[in-house]
């Protein structure tokens, strides 16, 4: 099993940043790649960004040249830096984690809300 707990959302207005981290824990050996997802109120769950366990890094259309994601594997915790944040990048943001193909781990969710 693996635990995953966020932490950093809240609310700044628009052109803001945000860092938000995700802590994992258990067996974190397991992992093969970490990412973020989010989900705006009536919208189903979008893939923001993800990190393989080698470094390589996606991004969603969306949030591509604005987000950055990393990891510190010795703290074994993801991060994702939001940059020139915008009104539509309000949602709750979910840290996931797979150990092959498909998401095997979700986080609880941090509340982010940009304003305008």
């Known amino acids: 099993q693996v635990q995953l707990v966020e932490s950093g959302g809240g609310l700044v207005q628009a052109g803001e940043s945000l860092r938000l981290s995700c802590a994992a824990s258990?067996?974190?050996?397991?992992?093969?790649?970490m990412g973020w997802y989010r989900q705006a109120p009536g919208k189903q769950r979008e893939w923001v960004a993800t990190?393989?366990?080698?470094?390589?890094?996606n991004y969603g259309d969306s949030v591509k040249g604005r987000f950055t994601i990393s990891r510190d594997n010795a703290k074994n915790t993801v991060y994702l830096q939001m940059n020139s944040l915008k009104p539509e990048d309000t949602a709750v943001y979910y840290c996931?984690?797979?150990?092959?193909?498909?998401?095997?781990?979700w986080g609880q969710g941090t509340q982010v809300t940009v304003s305008s």
């Open positions: 990190i393989t366990s080698d470094g390589v890094t």
């Open positions: 258990g067996s974190i050996f397991s992992i093969y790649r």
């Open positions: 996931a984690a797979s150990v092959t193909g498909a998401v095997a781990y």
